[in-house]
């Protein structure tokens, strides 16, 4: 995603914003801010969102140790001379004390993982990635000597340089969205905006080479409104320069033609200095008014594929962060059953046989889901998405084995029967762990359908 800082740690939010409003950014100060992004990335981790990250396996393990102190009889070896409902209480305060603590502790060091470049480490690679393509971009397309403030190309410039501080002013952020990946998304979104505001200035030859990257990418997506979408980029391109046309995979309807057909090189150009768009395009024609239209649609076409692609990226997050909730209350739920079991002094052997059933449930439920997952595409990025449903799989299979020994059988007897009984159920939960994995593969699915062979903007004159 992309890293964006404008001020040093010394400069004033005031400083910052008069130079920003002045005109455009100087492209050194561009490589200042990405710099400045590597330098404190390490320094983003968050002590919250490293707790958050194992607020839904702690509750298990305070349970478990919750019953293994009771099975092993440690409050009558170090309490004998307190009551039975005293002593299990002190165990179970004990054993969740323990829990907590472990819990505050390892969060210390792992608080550097919650870090920007250490939460996902890929998405911030591409992120830095592109932001040097931009930088590299943004000097090639900036212009000597400056041009008007009041100009499109001074405004697209600007617009450029403050989505581009934005980007790494989020990434030198201490915050918890990195954990939850809403932050990743967000920076992407910037990217985007960048992407689109270069069309109104760069090339031609760019305009052109985009347009037919987004037409690959819509031709097999599942946008609905696809077809119009084709339509009016592949006019677009046809008005820009009809020669490059034939490089598209279908030619629009000859009576859809939006402006002239004469390529923009055989424009004469202007004998002032372009202070409407950019460099290449003359301001006085009629011409050069349908070139600007059809960069126009460029950019919208260019749009609604980002906001589909954005969109899909939000839900497939939002579905992993409510999983990530979900997990954490049930097993907030069963800690509370466990402890409540230990203070009615339910007796050790019946906390022994719910136990051993628990573990076969939950591991049927984790081998049925590490076979679902060795099915699964794994060329979308889900952000650990698969490792949050691999938690969850053994949690509500064990559950689903206690109470579905319960209902039948009414009470919990260690018996052949009542084994298979437990593996049987904890398959149960599969139904509900398909229907989230169905929703997340038709999320990925509508990714790769708007996916195309890479294009980065590099730095070369000709574009």
């Not at 992407?188 to 990418?217: C, G």
Request: glycine letters at 4%; proline letters at 5%.
């Amino acid at each position: 995603m992309s890293q964006q800082g404008v001020t040093t740690p010394h400069q004033g939010t005031d400083t910052t914003l008069a130079i920003i409003g002045s005109g455009p950014q100087k492209p050194e100060d561009l490589e200042k801010y990405l710099d400045d992004v590597r330098k404190k990335a390490k320094t983003t981790g968050h002590y919250i969102a490293a707790l958050l990250t194992f607020v839904n396996i702690f509750p298990i393990f305070a349970a478990q140790l919750s019953i293994a102190l009771y099975y092993i009889a440690l409050p009558q070896l170090l309490w004998p001379h307190l009551s039975i409902t005293l002593s299990d209480i002190l165990c179970v305060v004990s054993g969740t004390i323990s829990v907590v603590i472990c819990w505050l502790l390892i969060a210390i060091p792992y608080r550097r993982v919650t870090a920007v470049d250490r939460a996902n480490s890929s998405s911030y690679e591409q992120l830095l990635n592109r932001l040097h393509q931009i930088t590299a971009w943004y000097a090639i397309l900036s212009p000597q000597p400056p041009p008007n403030n009041d100009s499109l190309y001074a405004i697209k410039l600007r617009e450029i340089a403050r989505c581009f501080r934005a980007i790494c002013e989020s990434l030198k952020t201490k915050t918890l969205s990195w954990m939850l990946a809403s932050g990743y998304v967000n920076a992407w979104k910037q990217i985007h905006r960048i992407d689109e505001a270069f069309i109104s200035i760069e090339p031609i030859e760019a305009v052109i080479y985009d347009a037919l990257h987004d037409e690959m990418s819509l031709q097999d997506s599942t946008i609905k409104n696809k077809e119009a979408l084709l339509n009016r980029l592949r006019r677009a391109v046809r008005t820009l320069d009809a020669r490059a046309a034939i490089y598209l995979n279908q030619q629009p309807p000859q009576n859809s033609v939006i402006t002239s057909a004469q390529p923009l090189s055989e424009v004469p150009p202007s004998t002032e200095h372009d202070t409407t768009l950019g460099q290449g395009i003359c301001t006085s024609s009629h011409a050069s008014d349908e070139k600007i239209q059809a960069r126009t649609i460029i950019h919208e076409v260019r749009l609604t594929l980002h906001q589909f692609r954005d969109d899909r990226w939000e839900k497939l997050i939002r579905v992993r962060n409510q999983l990530i909730k979900l997990t954490a209350v049930t097993g907030l739920v069963l800690f509370g059953l466990v402890e409540f079991a230990i203070i009615i002094n339910v007796g050790t052997e019946m906390l022994k046989t719910a136990m051993i059933l628990f573990y076969i449930g939950g591991l049927v439920g984790l081998f049925s889901r590490l076979y679902d997952q060795s099915k699964t595409d794994t060329s979308i990025d889900d952000f650990r998405l698969s490792t949050v449903r691999l938690i969850a799989a053994p949690l509500y299979s064990g559950l689903a084995a206690l109470g579905g020994v319960l209902v039948v059988q009414r009470e919990f007897v260690l018996t052949a029967p009542t084994l298979l009984m437990a593996a049987a159920f904890g398959l149960t939960p599969s139904l509900f762990t398909n229907a989230i994995q169905k929703e997340a593969d038709q999320y990925k699915a509508d990714l790769k359908s708007t996916s195309a062979p890479g294009r980065e903007k590099v730095e070369s004159s000709s574009r």
